[in-house]
T-cell receptor
Framework: GQNIDQPTEMTATEGAIVQINCTYQTSGFNGLFWYQQHAGEAPTFLSYNVLDGLEEKGRFSSFLSRSKGYSYLLLKELQMKDSASYLCAVSAHSGNTPLVFGKGTRLSVIA | DVKVTQSSRYLVKRTGEKVFLECVQDMDHENMFWYRQDPGLGLRLIYFSYDVKMKEKGDIPEGYSVSREKKERFSLILESASTNQTSMYLC???????????FGEGSRLTVL
């Protein structure tokens, strides 16, 4: 079966760093995505990891360990606008196979 | 700028009505998807399509059908809407190499 786990909710302070974890068990692995979704809006692409290691993109970084079935999204210098849901999704097979999504982590950034 | 457009942002329908949700993409993507999103349940795949006139069931196809007569358009049909189909419906497309999805703005359907 396919299973992706991530925390349901997290709260962090403006200016701080927060790490959102994602663990997965899937029948195959072709890459892992992180999406950001603000309330009432569509998900938007944040990052894609296919090899082990850290991918940095401005204030956001994403890490992958294929051997551990584990990823995290790191958000630095948190801003109020970072309050959103963060979705972890795995491409289990080829790019033509639908992504498997976790239920999402709702992040609240407080002053 | 790539775009996935859903025909209606908000709809209110009555139980038993037939509902059409339209989705158009301008990126020449082969793959298109329909998801519904509910609090606490995340994104759930209803149907997807790899090519014109092709369709595959997702995780929750019951009560839904789809149509893909042209590459750029993928329609979701609720033959007889029920209150448990009140949800946010998201259409997405992908090129098929990495599987990266591009989402539409979503259609929030309320069935009374």
């Amino acid at each position: 079966g396919q299973n992706i786990d991530q925390p349901t909710e997290m709260t962090a302070t403006e200016g701080a760093i927060v790490q959102i974890n994602c663990t997965y068990q899937t029948s195959g692995f072709n890459g892992l995505f992180w999406y950001q979704q603000h309330a009432g809006e569509a998900p938007t692409f944040l990052s894609y990891n296919v090899l082990d290691g850290l991918e940095e993109k401005g204030r956001f970084s994403s890490f992958l360990s294929r051997s551990k079935g584990y990823s995290y999204l790191l958000l630095k210098e948190l801003q109020m606008k970072d309050s959103a849901s963060y979705l972890c999704a795995v491409s289990a097979h080829s790019g033509n196979t639908p992504l498997v999504f976790g239920k999402g982590t709702r992040l609240s950034v407080i002053a | 700028d790539v775009k996935v457009t859903q025909s209606s942002r908000y709809l209110v329908k009555r139980t038993g009505e037939k509902v059409f949700l339209e989705c158009v993409q301008d990126m020449d993507h082969e793959n298109m998807f329909w998801y519904r999103q509910d609090p606490g349940l995340g994104l759930r795949l209803i149907y997807f399509s790899y090519d014109v006139k092709m369709k595959e069931k997702g995780d929750i196809p019951e009560g839904y059908s789809v149509s893909r007569e042209k590459k750029e358009r993928f329609s979701l049909i609720l033959e007889s809407a029920s209150t448990n189909q009140t949800s946010m419906y998201l259409c997405a497309s992908s090129l098929g190499n990495t599987g990266e999805l591009f989402f539409g703005e979503g259609s929030r359907l309320t069935v009374l």
